[in-house]
């Protein structure tokens, strides 16, 4: 069962922009740290970024430094992620996760995310 809701996804041509939101499904989840992952087709699930509302951030995997923009709403509830410059590899189902526990380190972790979405399909074309 989804506890969080992704939107903002869709098909763009290469150089491209799309922004993904991410907010609690039924009900506000305040969250400790938030985080973006990605599955390419046909590979695992890879860390995108994550913000830490402890240790501040956004903290980014390298392949997006530069491109992608990750932010929060004031009241912590609202997550997005703000991607320009898309290339074809950033082709992905994009899944948002959060966490009420305020973990200070391994952002990539899976296992630091207690909440989850369904995810939302990106595609870029070239």
């Known amino acids: 069962q989804a506890n969080l809701v992704e939107s903002g996804g869709g098909s763009v041509h290469a150089g491209g922009s799309l922004k993904l939101s991410c907010a609690g499904s039924?009900?506000?989840?305040?969250?400790?740290?938030v985080a973006w992952f990605r599955q390419p087709p046909g590979k695992g699930r890879e860390w995108v970024a994550t913000?830490?509302?402890?240790?501040?951030?956004?903290f980014y995997t390298n392949s997006v430094k530069g491109r992608f923009t990750m932010s929060q709403d004031n009241a912590k509830t609202t997550a997005f992620l703000q991607m320009d410059s898309l290339k074809p590899e950033d082709t992905a189902m994009y899944f948002c996760?959060?966490?009420?526990?305020?973990?200070?380190?391994?952002?990539?972790?899976?296992?630091?995310?207690?909440?989850w979405g369904r995810g939302t399909q990106v595609t870029v074309s070239s």
């Open positions: 039924r009900y506000a989840i305040t969250w400790e740290n």
């Open positions: 913000i830490s509302n402890r240790r501040g951030g956004p």
């Open positions: 996760a959060a966490s009420d526990y305020p973990y200070d380190s391994q952002w990539s972790d899976e296992g630091r995310y207690n909440y």
